[in-house]
């Protein structure tokens, strides 16, 4: 079996995760417990190779991986070896950064980062660059379609709806998939499970809100109006679209609280109707880690994008969007979504 190989953009706190997760279960650490999916389209999480790694942090850049992710501030739960000779590089950055920003930033230009990209020969490229940095994400998505790589876009820029790059990545046989990576049981998904389980069960939702507070970097980034605005309106048109009828919903980051770190609160209150209009009300608060959450449905993500690529068929990004991300070029609700992934993916005769 091939293997896939794999270039990070943003070492923070999912990349991390994603890192220490993998030699976690490489190692066999508490067996596989926890690991959402063995096998993706053939592929177990061994066959996944991490070719690069860029940032635009000057702390970070220069540095190797290792001691990156040791400074990252996790415990060492696993040996991290594997990292300890691939150094990180520089990133592309194209808009203003954040005023609350206070790292140094080192950049290269987006010709440089193609030559890099291509001697990785990255199969999969992982958007995991701050929200907000939505000029920075198209010219990650355009050089790695010049460096004949997919890509997957974990950010919440807007990337679907472009359809000549969407177009051009289906013209060489390549996928690109997005956008705003949903998690594995995030505060979105479980929204929409209660919505779907409600729904299902015959009763009528007549409105429902979730209000997000976390202490992460990114979280801290959303807080900015703008961006809170358009991923309020993403969260938003997301859950609305799980029902086949109009409700009154709102979704979205309200605070950035730094003492939480990785961590998510999310508040949620449900109203509805049942039998001659009784009412039923839901009011739930769920704690949960970004980092954490986000790994099974990247590892996923990942092996389903090179298993799309082995069939030729890159029209499966459309399938794959649904099953990964808040805001996919065709929403399909979230328990459809996994079951057509499992079919094609994981439970398919060419699986077995």
Request: charged share 25%; hydrophobic share 40%.
């Amino acid at each position: 079996m091939a293997r896939i190989r794999v270039a990070l953009l943003g070492l923070g706190n999912v990349a991390c995760t994603l890192l220490y997760g993998m030699e976690y279960y490489r190692k066999g650490l508490n067996g596989r417990r926890g690991l959402w999916h063995e096998m993706v389209g053939n592929y177990s999480i061994d066959d996944i190779e991490i070719v690069g790694a860029f940032d635009i942090d000057a702390s970070k850049v220069g540095r190797s991986v290792a001691d990156v992710l040791r400074a990252s501030g996790r415990e060492t739960i696993t040996s991290i070896d594997a990292y300890k000779d691939m150094n990180i590089s520089a990133g592309i950055m194209l808009d203003e950064p954040p005023e609350h920003w206070s790292i140094d930033i080192i950049k290269m230009d987006r010709d440089e980062f193609i030559d890099l990209l291509k001697g990785c020969d990255a199969d999969v490229v992982v958007n995991l660059i701050s929200s907000s940095l939505d000029g920075s994400s198209l010219a990650y998505a355009e050089s790695s379609l010049e460096a004949g790589a997919s890509f997957i876009n974990a950010t919440p820029s807007i990337l679907q709806s472009n359809h000549g790059l969407v177009d051009a990545f289906k013209a060489r046989r390549l996928l690109i998939v997005g956008d705003d990576l949903m998690s594995q049981f995030g505060g979105t998904v479980f929204h929409k499970g209660i919505l779907q389980l409600l729904h299902r069960r015959g009763i009528m939702v007549e409105s429902s809100y979730q209000l997000d507070v976390g202490g992460s970097s990114d979280t801290r980034n959303t807080i900015r109006e703008d961006v809170r605005a358009r991923k309020r309106a993403i969260k938003t048109a997301s859950i609305n679209a799980e029902l086949p009828y109009e409700f009154g919903v709102s979704a979205g980051t309200t605070e950035y609280m730094e003492f939480l770190k990785d961590d998510r609160i999310s508040y949620y209150w449900f109203y509805a109707e049942g039998f001659m209009g009784s009412p039923v009300r839901i009011d739930v608060m769920m704690r949960s880690n970004d980092g954490a959450n986000a790994c099974n449905v990247l590892l996923d993500v990942i092996r389903a994008v090179k298993y799309a690529r082995d069939r030729d068929d890159p029209n499966l990004a459309v399938l794959i969007s649904a099953y990964g991300f808040k805001s996919p070029p065709r929403a399909i609700n979230v328990m459809d979504a996994q079951q057509r992934f499992e079919e094609v993916f994981i439970n398919s005769r060419s699986n077995k």
